[in-house]
């Protein structure tokens, strides 16, 4: 927890301030703004991470401002936090399966190890602190770390949230025709 939300847990605790924070997962337009992954599925049909098979509740970013529509509009402050997840484990492998589908060409997962990631992060511009932190993740991912799910925007939206496969349909011009392998 930073200080900054345990300031608002405690002046919310005291009932001087109303609340909410939102806490979502790993973004599902990651895998169409993010320059290394649209470079990476677009010229070289490939994803690259130290995930293995870790699985990742990827949310949508329109499911997370949804959920903090709803916060920000009730009735009554909620007081709370929300972990704000998608409705699926995936992992890269599975992302790269839904992507192949989708564009009609074969994606393949790379499962990198941990300093090799951090070097590829590092030869498109990450800061190296940055990129040890950001692989750091992905190895916690490969142990479990990420593997949950809950209703949160079901629950407070009363909308399913976005699966991966709708998302990538959606937003499938952004790889391109690329390669074929």
Not at 16 to 40: C, I, K, M, Y
Not at 74 to 102: C, F, K, M, R
Not at 110 to 117: G, N, Q
Not at 146 to 155: C, F, G, P, Q, S
């Given at each position: 927890?930073?200080?900054?939300?345990?300031?608002?847990?405690?002046?919310?605790?005291?009932?001087?301030?109303?609340?909410?924070?939102?806490?979502?997962?790993?973004?599902?337009?990651?895998?169409?703004?993010?320059?290394?992954?649209?470079?990476?599925?677009?010229?070289?049909?490939?994803?690259?991470?130290?995930?293995?098979?870790?699985?990742?509740?990827?949310?949508?970013?329109?499911?997370?401002?949804?959920?903090?529509?709803?916060?920000?509009?009730?009735?009554?402050?909620?007081?709370?936090?929300?972990?704000?997840?998608?409705?699926?484990?995936?992992?890269?492998?599975?992302?790269?399966?839904?992507?192949?589908?989708?564009?009609?060409?074969?994606?393949?997962?790379?499962?990198?190890?941990?300093?090799?990631?951090?070097?590829?992060?590092?030869?498109?511009?990450?800061?190296?602190?940055?990129s040890r932190m950001?692989?750091?993740?992905?190895?916690?991912?490969?142990?479990?770390?990420?593997?949950?799910?809950?209703?949160?925007?079901?629950?407070?939206?009363?909308?399913p949230p976005k699966?991966?496969?709708?998302?990538?349909?959606?937003?499938?011009?952004?790889?391109?025709?690329?390669?074929?392998?």
């Amino acid at each position: 927890m930073g200080k900054v939300h345990a300031y608002l847990r405690e002046l919310g605790t005291r009932g001087e301030v109303d609340w909410a924070v939102l806490r979502p997962t790993w973004f599902q337009q990651n895998f169409a703004e993010h320059p290394g992954h649209v470079n990476a599925i677009r010229d070289e049909s490939k994803l690259y991470s130290a995930t293995s098979d870790g699985k990742i509740p990827w949310v949508s970013a329109d499911d997370i401002a949804a959920v903090a529509c709803q916060v920000l509009t009730a009735e009554e402050p909620p007081n709370t936090e929300y972990l704000v997840l998608g409705p699926e484990l995936l992992s890269y492998g599975d992302i790269a399966e839904i992507l192949s589908s989708v564009l009609g060409r074969r994606i393949v997962h790379v499962d990198l190890s941990s300093s090799e990631l951090e070097k590829r992060h590092q030869a498109f511009g990450m800061p190296k602190d940055y990129s040890r932190m950001m692989s750091a993740l992905d190895t916690s991912i490969k142990y479990g770390a990420e593997n949950r799910t809950n209703d949160v925007v079901l629950m407070l939206t009363g909308n399913p949230p976005k699966r991966f496969r709708e998302f990538a349909e959606s937003v499938k011009a952004v790889w391109g025709s690329g390669k074929q392998l």
